[in-house]
């Protein structure tokens, strides 16, 4: 694992599917769990699940570690927060630009 | 959960009028006056001129006079036409409240990025300072026009 920045496009990517979104969810409050138990508990196959899982593992959204014969996946956080935070930078620069406009339309109407 | 787009608004004590000069300007970095000769409309194209950061290629989806801007650009790629994977759609929409406007941004489309994360990164950095120089050669105008009136 590299020190990267987060991959912000490849998070909404992968949490633009709600049956990803729906794994998520569930491993959130599972803790940990394998695909088979995942695919339990959703109307798709277990085939799907273990796509689906691979594509929030790229995304840094999940982790999974071998335990025995089974893989089990858990929820990790950081790439969700770095993301959050990342939205939350270009919230500030358009209330920066915004703020701009405010000035510059509020300047001119008082010159007149 | 992250949301795919990002909603910030502001009021300003100025008519709307004034507000759609300053959007105008902001958006395509010419005056109404200038924009005009271009017969911008809905689909068309228009090259802004954002200085050292390059120009870019805005594709219009919307523009109704006074009311609403919107349209699509690939921040991350200086000279390239905004495509559905390469670009955000920007949505600016004014509103009259009393004596005061209301201007409210949405920018979405974050989702279809599919570009490596160093573009992304590129892409982010590459606006903000796009943006902040684009604003202070914006308030030196406005500010020389005050002093000159």
């Known amino acids: 694992m590299t020190a990267r920045q987060p991959a912000v496009e490849g998070v909404f990517a992968a949490l633009a599917d709600s049956t990803r979104r729906r794994l998520l969810d569930l491993l959130a409050a599972r803790g940990e769990a394998t695909a088979t138990m995942l695919a339990s508990e959703l109307p798709v196959s277990r085939q799907a699940v273990v796509k689906h899982l691979a594509v929030l593992d790229s995304a840094g959204l999940v982790r999974s570690h071998r335990a025995g014969r089974e893989v089990r996946y858990a929820v990790t956080s950081q790439r969700l927060d770095a993301t959050a935070r990342w939205l939350t930078a270009r919230a500030l620069e358009w209330d920066r630009q915004l703020m701009t406009i405010k000035q510059l339309a509020e300047a001119s109407d008082m010159r007149k | 959960m992250v949301s795919d787009r990002i909603e910030r608004e502001i009021v300003i004590a100025a008519t709307q009028d004034r507000v759609w000069a300053e959007v105008i300007e902001f958006a395509f970095g010419v005056g109404e006056a200038e924009l005009a000769k271009h017969g911008v409309r809905k689909g068309s194209v228009f090259v802004a001129d954002y200085r050292i950061h390059g120009k870019f290629p805005l594709r219009i989806e919307k523009i109704e006079p006074k009311h609403h801007l919107s ?79």
């Open chain 2, 71 to 149: 349209y699509r650009w690939a921040s991350a790629f200086p000279g390239i036409e905004p495509q559905a994977n390469n670009s955000t759609l920007i949505e600016l929409t004014l509103a009259t409240e009393g004596h005061e406007t209301r201007l409210r941004v949405v920018e979405s489309g974050f989702a279809s990025l599919d570009s490596s994360e160093e573009t992304r990164r590129k892409a982010f950095e590459d606006n903000t300072a796009g943006w902040a120089s684009e604003f202070e050669a914006l308030r030196k105008r406005a500010e020389l026009e005050g002093s000159v009136r």
